[in-house]
């Protein structure tokens, strides 16, 4: 090109100039001047640029990961068989659990209230939650393999985080309703009204419908190059942003705002409303009566301990923190707890216990 051209004979005449200035001194070596004119015009030659040399790599051009590898939930190989059927059991005790708390609400009249309302959802919401887990991870244990396809992860990551994210929410909006029920009895029917639960609930699944697909599309957007080991035995937020290589400074304030909006934001709703609760139940007179209040909300205060203390331990941690810790607690929300909801519902409620030997009674008549 014409302007390196002229650039290198500017510098080849400073080169000469030099020389011819310096051969006047009869005590240095040519061979010294020559190589002390070069090296004091290097700085000059360094700005002519080079034809064939790129300006910056481009990290698309790297191997992109096209499967990642679950770290898996039990590590001793000769026990494969014990952790086939323990995870089975634990899937069938969740489906048929929930699957019955679906049906009960739906089929027994007493239960068509809003809080079974309620309580139907969070059952639907723990079928969809262990369903994009387990199922992955019994294949993986059968076939003695941890892997799992990009596209799946990310199938897995949002089904699970909508999971979760809707039932932050709806914890949420369970409390308000035992709110009213005990702090508001007799504006409780009013206010609760049919249509009112449905546009609570389609509130509560279209925010978390949003949230998931943007956290979701801003890690599938994210460029893995380099190691695929997840460190969980389920694709998550935090073990996928500590793998990819490019910037995930837009994720993670995403999940920043996920946190303080629908995590500490949720949390401190719940907080609000069982204050208010509690300090109605304390204005009641008679022990009886105060236990007949607190009982109808034990249950509910019994899952939103087990289910945030999880959440909260996993997510409000830095990206880059060690995940190692995670895998147990994960274990907590993803497997155990959509087991335990419909059992913590349904050991100390006398209706559906009611409801439940009925649905028994009229199956054994029909078969």
């Not at 790297?62 to 014990?82: A, C, M, R, W």
């Not at 634990?90 to 089929?107: C, E, G, K, P, Q």
């Not at 335990?340 to 009674?361: C, D, E, H, T």
Request: hydrophobic share 45%; charged share 10%; glycine share 4%.
């Amino acid at each position: 090109m014409k302007v390196e051209g002229e650039t290198t004979s500017r510098v080849c005449l400073k080169i000469a100039s030099k020389c011819n200035e310096m051969r006047q001194s009869p005590e240095m070596d040519r061979n010294v001047t020559l190589l002390f004119a070069i090296n004091s015009f290097a700085p000059s030659v360094a700005e002519i640029p080079s034809q064939g040399t790129p300006r910056q790599m481009h990290p698309r051009n790297l191997t992109k990961v096209s499967e990642f590898i679950l770290e898996g939930v039990f590590d001793n190989p000769h026990l494969q068989g014990l952790y086939i059927a323990i995870s089975l059991c634990l899937y069938l005790a969740a489906i048929l659990s929930n699957s019955f708390v679906i049906i009960a609400t739906l089929a027994h009249p007493p239960l068509h209230t809003p809080m079974y309302f309620f309580i139907s959802n969070l059952a639907i919401l723990d079928l969809v939650g262990i369903s994009s887990v387990l199922p992955k991870m019994l294949e993986n244990l059968i076939l003695s393999k941890n892997t799992i396809s990009f596209e799946g992860c990310v199938a897995q990551l949002y089904t699970f985080t909508f999971s979760g994210s809707t039932e932050l929410i709806l914890l949420t909006v369970m409390s308000y309703d035992r709110y009213l029920a005990i702090c508001q009895p007799l504006h409780y029917v009013a206010m609760m009204s049919k249509g009112t639960c449905i546009s609570l609930m389609a509130g509560v699944w279209g925010i978390s419908t949003v949230n998931s697909l943007i956290n979701t599309l801003l890690v599938a957007q994210l460029d893995f190059c380099g190691p695929n080991l997840v460190q969980n035995f389920l694709c998550e937020i935090p073990p996928l942003l500590a793998l990819s290589c490019s910037s995930t400074y837009l994720s993670e304030i995403m999940v920043y705002m996920a946190d303080i909006i629908l995590g500490m934001g949720n949390f401190l709703l719940l907080i609000l409303s069982y204050c208010l609760i509690i300090m109605t139940i304390l204005k009641i007179q008679g022990s009886a009566g105060k236990w007949k209040a607190f009982s109808t909300c034990s249950s509910h205060l019994a899952i939103v301990g087990l289910f945030y203390s999880t959440i909260i331990y996993t997510y409000i941690q830095p990206t880059r923190a060690p995940l190692k810790k995670n895998k147990t607690v994960s274990i907590m929300y993803a497997l155990v707890t959509p087991t335990l909801n419909p059992l913590i519902y349904s050991l100390r409620n006398k209706v559906i216990k009611v409801a439940f030997w009925k649905i028994m009674g009229s199956f054994s008549h029909h078969t």
